[in-house]
């Protein structure tokens, strides 16, 4: 019966931890997307410093938590979106508010899209 | 490219002590959940090791988990004969008191071309002498002869046999395994001796030593390098 136990333990260690890590994930993520709207909302009153340094915090801290993003999520994902944090703060630098907005939008929702696939849902499932 | 040997590395040990988890079964005798489970198992080793995009956590998690599944049905089922029939199946008779049973071959999609490779495989050309031939839950085919048509044991002339026992490894190689040569009651001592009277100088002399629970010894001795025409 040893190994039963062994591997029902390792089963539901295994299914505790994921189920934490998406609660973790969306918990990291959501903050990120609101600085981001806040960081939009300056931008349209053209305080384009406090955008920039607001979307340069959200790049650090995706940063800080690179090795535990890159061991979780895919790798082509998290790539786009730090592709997408750079267009942003190329668009902040060069002041064009129309292509920094629809920028910012794709980049809250590709930090959507990847909490989201990793959430224990049918759409997810099927 | 280092990436790729790395995450191969890993993965490949990782699956290798998980299978050897799974308990000694060669490829040909496994139940059909765990030939499912090799298959599976391989294919999702596979995606990670050639897609370095993909976390190496992404084929380590569903590799743990179906061997923990697998794990947990393998002692379910020897505790439970219906999950043990529900999962593995039931062994059915294919030919009984020297005749084929065609219901039990068609319910079993077994055709009788591989019943005849199976039983020529297994050195058997007269159906009519076998009493049971028994498709196991593996697919392979347990053939009974007829105790008339069974090769005669010394017991059933009234023989007496020596009884060799199991003969376990005393030189590997060129190396003395000392374990079993303490399980064995014999030193290094007694090994020399033995070495020694059938004219060898070391054990680095000697590929293969066994011995038996009647004291016999078998040896095989390093092979002379080939000579070069």
Redesign the interface.
């Known amino acids: 019966?040893k190994?039963?136990w062994?591997?029902?333990l390792?089963?539901t260690a295994?299914i505790a931890i994921?189920l934490y890590n998406v609660s973790y994930l969306e918990s990291f993520i959501s903050p990120l997307q609101e600085k981001l709207q806040q960081a939009e909302a300056f931008a349209r009153v053209e305080d384009w410093d406090t955008a920039t340094q607001m979307t340069q915090e959200v790049h650090d801290a995706l940063e800080k938590k690179k090795l535990y993003l890159?061991?979780?999520?895919?790798?082509?994902a998290l790539d786009q979106m730090y592709l997408q944090i750079a267009e942003s703060l190329s668009y902040l630098k060069h002041e064009k508010i129309g292509e920094y907005q629809a920028s910012n939008q794709m980049l809250i929702h590709r930090m959507n899209l990847l909490y989201g696939a990793e959430s224990l849902t049918l759409n997810n499932l099927f | 490219m280092i990436i790729a040997l790395v995450r191969t590395i890993i993965l490949y040990l990782f699956i290798v002590i998980g299978i050897r988890?799974l308990g000694k079964r060669q490829i040909g005798e496994l139940e059909p959940s765990e030939l499912v489970l090799s298959l599976i198992i391989a294919d999702i080793a596979a995606v990670p090791m050639q897609d370095?995009?993909?976390?190496?956590?992404?084929g380590i998690?569903p590799i743990?988990?179906l061997?923990?599944?697998s794990?947990?049905l393998?002692?379910?089922t020897v505790k439970s004969i219906r999950l043990r029939s529900l999962l593995c199946g039931r062994p059915s008779i294919i030919i009984k008191d020297g005749k084929v049973l065609p219901k039990e071959m068609m319910r079993n999609r077994f055709t009788a071309d591989e019943l005849m490779e199976e039983l020529r495989v297994g050195g058997y050309t007269d159906i009519s002498k076998i009493k049971y031939a028994i498709l196991e839950t593996t697919g392979r085919l347990s053939v009974l002869p007829y105790a008339s048509e069974q090769p005669i044991t010394p017991s059933q002339l009234n023989l007496e046999c020596r009884e060799g026992g199991l003969p376990i490894i005393l030189i590997n190689d060129g190396r003395v395994m000392q374990q079993n040569l303490a399980s064995r009651g014999k030193d290094s001592l007694w090994l020399s001796e033995q070495l020694r009277s059938r004219g060898i100088q070391s054990p680095s002399e000697v590929f293969l030593l066994t011995l038996d629970e009647s004291g016999a010894i078998y040896y095989s001795r390093q092979q002379e390098p080939a000579e070069r025409l």
């Open positions: 019966m190994p039963f062994i591997s029902s390792i089963l295994t994921l890159n061991v979780t999520l895919p790798h082509n | 988890l370095y995009g993909i976390p190496l956590l992404a998690i743990l988990t061997l923990s599944i794990s947990i393998s002692v379910l």
